[in-house]
């Protein structure tokens, strides 16, 4: 009866289930390091596959393979892993000479995007254009040019310019422009202009700072000179609270 019941039991020794447990702990270790190893190749995957569109934006002639490998410390094979799916989610193109450059499919993630950061700077607008009595301005960079995302008009004035959204123009002429300008430069002082747009239109803008993967000013035009020491703060005050609200 003895070995029966001992035959038939699960082993209960001490020496069993010191046997056990390791096995099954190593088998939960393996499963557990897999898990992590891929989760971090992923992550590691993503963040260079990010990389190389800055690279490629920042790039306006586009870039070769090689040249993505050399700046993002890669070789040129994990380089055209990222370039594979990059392409076919139309974030990148290769030209006639094959070098990369950003694709169509990022104007339509911009175009969702515009929206949101016109509804996240409105308030602000709204308050700088009340206080200075002219036309605000939020101003982004575009293709290389700045373009007017968003634009209100004070209400109580008899006479204020009228700036049309999706207005564009160089970046080096105008307040708006030269303020990204600046902000590039990591100069936050407000930038004033005086008909360098158009004749008899005045200027103040600040950049928008502080918000990854946006270049932007905000601004105020206007028909009159306008006081950079009493409008200079507002706008200022505009651009942080902008910053603040999309970031």
């Known amino acids: 009866m003895d070995a029966t019941a001992r035959a038939g039991e699960p082993p ?27 989760a971090g190749e992923t992550s590691q995957t993503l963040d260079r596959g990010l990389r190389l569109l800055h ?23 994990a380089v055209y892993r ?48 009340e206080q200075a009595g002219a036309t605000a301005h939020l101003t982004v960079v575009e293709g290389g040019e700045g373009v007017a995302l968003a634009v209100v008009e004070p209400s109580w004035t008899s006479f204020h310019v009228a700036y049309r959204t999706g207005a564009r123009h160089p970046l080096d002429r105008g307040a708006a422009g030269r303020a990204i300008l600046a902000g590039r430069a990591g100069e936050a002082a407000p930038v004033s202009s005086s008909g360098e747009l158009q004749a008899g239109a005045y200027g103040v803008a600040a950049p928008v700072l502080g918000v990854p993967g946006l270049e932007g000013s905000v601004g ?19 651009a942080t609270a902008i910053a603040a609200a999309l970031s």
Request: proline share 7%; glycine share 16%; hydrophobic share 45%.
């Open 55 to 77: 690279l490629v934006a920042d790039a306006p002639g586009g870039l070769t393979v090689t040249e993505a490998a050399n700046r993002l410390g890669i070789g040129r094979a």
């Open 220 to 238: 105020v035009v206007a028909l009159a000179p306008l006081d950079v020491d009493t409008i200079g703060p507002q706008v200022l005050a505009a």
């Open 82 to 129: 990222l370039v594979g799916p990059l392409t076919g989610h139309g974030m990148l193109r290769r030209d006639g000479d094959g070098r990369l450059r950003l694709g169509a499919g990022l104007l339509h993630l911009a175009r969702r995007a515009q929206p949101l950061l016109a509804e996240g700077a409105l308030p602000a607008l709204r308050r700088l254009a």
């Open 12 to 38: 209960t020794s001490p020496g069993a289930v010191a046997n056990e447990a390791p096995g099954q702990a190593d088998g939960v270790g393996r499963q557990g390091d897999d898990v992590t190893g891929r």
